[in-house]
């Protein structure tokens, strides 16, 4: 309780009571110096979250969400910065619920697709498709050439049996993200096999997190990205 008096003090009161309600309970979190921490955190990037392991993810979380705790200064912006890191991370790690307190901390300083994006994944788990939906038509009224969220949105149309919906997103998915190799399997074996491609060939949603896509025909229910999760 005196640890989170303090953070009340130091920061602003939405930010402190996004982190008490998403962290405290969750781990057991590490004592940190701010004057050490914050430098290190400022500089940090989303791409430098997505490249990192399960086991570093896991470490990373766990000394920004005591940095959350210990004085990060609200009043500098960067609880922005750390929010979205933490948003990031915790997508990254599986934790999708934990991610949408700091997604939409980040949201309400600003538009941010990513975050939608971020959004629309919990969704998507939670097989609240019409809200995913939203999320990802945030995300791309954003970024018309967010290709992780055309790549969800023509997920969810080929579960739903909406083939050349479907395949139109993806082929704009192929134009912006050629390498995005789900796609590219998808689309060669549409292709070969004609329009009789059918809402047969959607992603279970059991499909774990993380895993190597099954056959080329199947996109994973999240997409697993070249550099990362998300």
């Known amino acids: 309780m005196l640890l989170y008096a303090?953070?009340?003090?130091?920061?602003?009161?939405?930010?402190t009571a996004s982190v008490r309600a998403t962290c405290l309970g969750t781990r057991a979190l590490p004592q940190c110096n701010a004057d050490v921490q914050e430098p290190k955190l400022v500089a940090l990037t989303a791409a430098d979250v997505r490249s990192l392991s399960m086991d570093s993810l896991e470490i990373l979380i766990e000394e920004m969400e005591a940095a959350a705790l210990n004085h990060f200064e609200a009043e500098s912006g960067?609880?922005?910065?750390l929010s979205r890191l933490l948003a990031t991370a915790h997508t990254c790690y599986g934790d999708n619920i934990l991610a949408v307190p700091h997604a939409r901390?980040?949201?309400e300083a600003g538009p941010d697709p990513e975050m939608h994006f971020f959004l629309g994944?919990?969704?998507?788990?939670?097989?609240?498709?019409?809200?995913?939906?939203?999320?990802?038509?945030?995300a791309l009224s954003i970024d018309p050439g967010y290709w992780r969220a055309l790549f969800h949105v023509a997920k969810i149309c080929l579960m739903n049996g909406w083939t050349a919906d479907a395949v139109d997103y993806l082929k704009q998915v192929a134009a912006i993200n050629p390498s995005h190799e789900p796609t590219v399997a998808f689309l060669a074996r549409y292709q070969e096999e004609g329009a009789s491609s059918s809402a047969e060939d959607a992603p279970s949603n059991d499909d774990a997190v993380g895993q190597e896509p099954p056959p080329a025909v199947e996109l994973p229910t999240d997409g697993t990205l070249p550099e990362g999760l998300v």
Request: net charge negative; charged share 30%.
């Open 78 to 81: 960067h609880h922005i910065h």
């Open 6 to 15: 303090v953070a009340m003090v130091a920061s602003s009161t939405a930010w």
């Open 121 to 138: 994944v919990e969704a998507e788990r939670r097989d609240a498709e019409d809200e995913a939906l939203d999320e990802y038509d945030a």
């Open 105 to 107: 901390i980040v949201l």
